[in-house]
């Protein structure tokens, strides 16, 4: 299983990106998807998450400006970013509780993404 984020970049505070993530591989089932992001010199926290069946949990440090959602039939997750601060400055990496086929069956795990680098300038 892979997951391949794209849409960070630089944006002035105030401005909006929207990132995704797409899963690939031998999945058979995309249990939750989220977004979880990593400053310097930090420990890495969660942005969002969404389960399969839409539900949504937000850290309160960005309820009300980001927006997670998802598209089962391209197992692809979004983030929408909006009003965003130079405190968003971040790797984010897209995160996935998915059962895929292994070689012993079908198996359940976690799997990350590269990671996409979104800098917020003031």
């Known amino acids: 299983v892979q997951l391949v984020e794209s849409g960070g970049g630089l944006v002035q505070a105030g401005g909006s990106l929207r990132l995704s993530c797409g899963a690939s591989?031998?999945?058979?089932?995309?249990?939750?998807m989220g977004w979880y992001r990593q400053a310097p010199g930090k420990q890495r926290e969660l942005a969002a998450t969404i389960t399969s069946g839409g539900s949504t949990n937000y850290a309160d440090s960005v309820k009300g400006r980001f927006t997670i959602s998802r598209d089962n039939a391209k197992n692809t997750v979004y983030l929408q970013m909006n009003s965003l601060k130079p405190e968003d400055t971040a790797v984010y990496y897209c995160?996935?509780?998915?059962?895929?086929?292994?070689?012993?069956?079908?198996?359940?795990?976690?799997?990350w993404g590269q990671g996409t680098q979104v800098t917020v300038s003031s």
């Open positions: 591989g031998s999945i058979v089932r995309i249990n939750a």
């Open positions: 995160n996935g509780l998915i059962t895929s086929v292994q070689p012993m069956g079908a198996r359940t795990g976690t799997y």
